[in-house]
Structures are given as C-alpha cells and as structure tokens.
C-alpha cells in the first residue's frame, strides 16, 4: 500500500529543500527586524547630536548679543539689582537675527532671557534658551574690566596678568631713567686768569649729582643742580546725561539704520532700533496683499560737559597727585 512513509522516502530531496527555505525565510526575517529595530536608535542619535550642536550655538549668540545690550547706562546699580531682556525683545531690538532651533521649530521667546545681576565687585550673567525639545542655561561672571570690547566682558587673567608686567616694567624703566648734561667747570689759576672747561655729569632719578674733575689745588668746581621731574597726566570722560524715553514706533520711510553709541562717545547722541513685520496694505485683484513694513524709534541724550586732558609736572611717585587719579606717562625732563 502507498503510504506517506513511502512518499518521503521517494522524495528525501523535496524535504531538504523546503525545509532550508524555510529556514532562509526565518533568517531574512530576523535580521530585517534588527534593522528596523536599531536604525531609529542611529537616526534619533544623529539628530540628537545636531539638535545639542544647534542649542548650544543658539545659547552663545544669546550671551554674545547681552555684551552689546549691557552698556553702562543699562548696568545694574545695587547689589542684587537685575536687568532682565526677553528673546521677544531682543528680536524686536535688532539684537539678534530671529533663529529656530534644528527642526525648524522657533524657541520660546518669552521664556527665554538673558539676565544681568549685580554683585559687590562684579556681575553674573544668566542665559536661558527654552525651545520645543530642550531648555538650558548658561550663567558667567562678567565685569568693567579695561580690555573689554563692550562696556563689560569675561574675565580674562592672561589679559591682567599682561597689562600688570607692562606697568611694572614702566615703573622700572622710569626709576632707571638718567639725564646727562654738559655743565661748565670754572678753574682759576694762581695768577688770577680763569678758565672754562666741559664735563659730563651724570645725573640719576633721586638727583644726586656726580662730577668727574682733576684733583688740583687751585681747582674749584660750580656745577649747576639738574632735578628731574616726571609726567603726569589726568584724563576725563566726557559727562553725558541719561538717555531719554523710546519714542513710539514710526513708519521708517526715511530708511534710517539702526544706530548704538558707546556710553562715553560725546559725538553720538541720538539711537535708533529698527523693526519690520508682515502687515495688510489691501487688496490687488480682490485678493488680500501683504507686505513687510519697516519701523523705528529712537532716543537721545545730551552733552553736559566734553571730556579733558590735564598734564602736570612733579617727582617721582607724588602721592598727592596719584591719589587724584593722575597716572605715569613715562616722561621726564
């Protein structure tokens, strides 16, 4: 009788081969579901990445832009003072071009600020940016210091330390400073004639004088007394009043540009900020037609008295005149 026992014998082949596609069938299947399964891990770790690299440069402009918004007129007074701007206003202000984060997604513009406080010798300056998939912020110690580009900056110690070698050097070269001057010796002889001669004296900065003359008898010396007396010289900023109130916004139809004054620059006394937005002008073949419309406002301040140079001559380390706030310019006379 023909029986399945019988069959699979006659066909041993026909089973080895279903059975290895069988099995190819299952492999080609598993590592599909690997592939789906570790590829959005790859992608979400790459834009991840992006995202993080996009927020962070984002959060730098922000903490750029505060360095030219904080002039001395907008510093804090008070200890624990703050002086706070919204990313909506610094937008409107022209401080910054408006940016998205890198899905395209713009970033919360009244949660996000920069924020300046002050504290007993400097300031602390805190970032914050909030956009659709992160929020974080930044906080850095700034200060007045004399290097900076803006009215406050980063503390750099490699910039004090470099100006603090040039003082002492200055001191140095200074205190090394001698003056030599051809002064006239007179010798008289024992028949009563006279005679001049030059010598070189030289004298140092604490104005002892030294003569170089041949020891005679009938020789004399009237050397005349060479003092030095050094520079100093006493700077003042120019007094400027506080600015005034922004005027309200106004059609920019003369194209002004936006102008921003350094708080001690006497020329420039007025500041215009800039500001656009897409508006309704109407209808053009009955359909509703917009257009970008340009705006400004301005404020001004006014000169009370112009800055000046005073230069007066003294010893060496007048503490009369330091205290006054005169510094070394490093001449002598």
Same mark, same amino acid.
């Given at each position: 009788?023909?029986?399945?026992?019988?069959?699979?014998?006659?066909?041993?082949?026909?089973?080895?081969?279903?059975?290895?596609?069988?099995?190819?069938?299952?492999?080609?299947?598993?590592?599909?579901?690997?592939?789906?399964?570790?590829?959005?891990?790859?992608?979400?770790?790459?834009?991840?990445?992006?995202?993080?690299?996009?927020?962070?440069?984002?959060?730098?402009?922000?903490?750029?832009?505060?360095?030219?918004?904080?002039?001395?007129?907008?510093?804090?007074?008070?200890?624990?003072?703050?002086?706070?701007?919204?990313?909506?206003?610094?937008?409107?202000?022209?401080?910054?071009?408006?940016?998205?984060?890198?899905?395209?997604?713009?970033?919360?513009?009244?949660?996000?600020?920069?924020?300046?406080?002050?504290?007993?010798?400097?300031?602390?300056?805190?970032?914050?940016?909030?956009?659709?998939?992160?929020?974080?912020?930044?906080?850095?110690?700034?200060?007045?210091?004399?290097?900076?580009?803006?009215?406050?900056?980063?503390?750099?110690?490699?910039?004090?330390?470099?100006?603090?070698?040039?003082?002492?050097?200055?001191?140095?070269?200074?205190?090394?400073?001698?003056?030599?001057?051809?002064?006239? $010796?007179? %010798?008289?002889? @024992? &028949?009563?004639?006279? +005679? *001049?001669? =030059? /010598? #070189?004296? !030289?004298?140092?900065? $604490?104005? %002892?004088?030294? @003569? &170089?003359?041949?020891? +005679? *008898?009938? =020789? /004399? #010396?009237? !050397?005349?007394?060479? $003092?030095? %007396?050094?520079?100093?010289?006493?700077?003042? +900023?120019?007094?400027?009043?506080?600015?005034?109130?922004?005027?309200?916004?106004?059609?920019?139809?003369?194209?002004?540009?936006?102008?921003?004054?350094?708080?001690?620059?006497?020329?420039?006394?007025?500041?215009?900020?800039?500001?656009?937005?897409?508006?309704?002008?109407?209808?053009?073949?009955?359909?509703?037609?917009?257009?970008?419309?340009?705006?400004?406002?301005?404020?001004?301040?006014?000169?009370?008295?112009?800055?000046?140079?005073?230069?007066?001559?003294?010893?060496?380390?007048?503490?009369?005149?330091?205290?006054?706030?005169?510094?070394?310019?490093?001449?002598?006379?």
């Amino acid at each position: 009788m023909y029986t399945e026992e019988n069959a699979r014998g006659r066909f041993p082949l026909r089973d080895i081969l279903l059975k290895a596609i069988v099995v190819i069938i299952f492999l080609i299947l598993i590592v599909f579901i690997i592939t789906k399964v570790t590829e959005p891990d790859n992608k979400t770790s790459k834009s991840s990445s992006n995202y993080d690299k996009v927020f962070s440069e984002n959060l730098e402009a922000m903490e750029n832009a505060a360095y030219s918004y904080f002039t001395t007129d907008r510093l804090p007074k008070e200890v624990g003072d703050v002086n706070e701007l919204t990313l909506r206003e610094m937008f409107n202000s022209n401080l910054l071009d408006a940016f998205t984060d890198a899905d395209g997604k713009a970033c919360d513009v009244n949660n996000s600020f920069i924020r300046l406080t002050k504290n007993d010798d400097d300031y602390t300056l805190r970032v914050n940016l909030e956009c659709n998939n992160k929020k974080d912020y930044s906080l850095t110690k700034v200060g007045e210091y004399d290097y900076c580009e803006h009215d406050i900056c980063k503390r750099d110690s490699s910039k004090e330390n470099a100006k603090e070698k040039k003082e002492e050097k200055q001191q140095e070269e200074v205190k090394e400073v001698e003056i030599t001057e051809e002064t006239t $010796t007179t %010798t008289r002889s @024992s &028949n009563g004639s006279t +005679s *001049n001669s =030059t /010598t #070189n004296n !030289t004298t140092s900065s $604490t104005g %002892t004088n030294y @003569s &170089n003359s041949n020891n +005679s *008898n009938n =020789t /004399t #010396n009237d !050397t005349p007394q060479v $003092t030095t %007396t050094y520079e100093y010289r006493k700077v003042s +900023s120019p007094v400027l009043s506080s600015w005034s109130a922004w005027s309200s916004w106004q059609y920019n139809n003369e194209r002004y540009s936006a102008i921003k004054c350094a708080s001690d620059d006497a020329n420039c006394l007025r500041e215009v900020q800039l500001f656009s937005r897409r508006e309704y002008i109407g209808t053009i073949d009955g359909k509703a037609a917009y257009a970008t419309v340009n705006y400004y406002s301005y404020r001004t301040r006014t000169l009370i008295s112009s800055g000046s140079t005073d230069i007066k001559w003294s010893t060496y380390n007048d503490i009369n005149l330091l205290n006054q706030g005169y510094t070394y310019t490093g001449n002598v006379r």
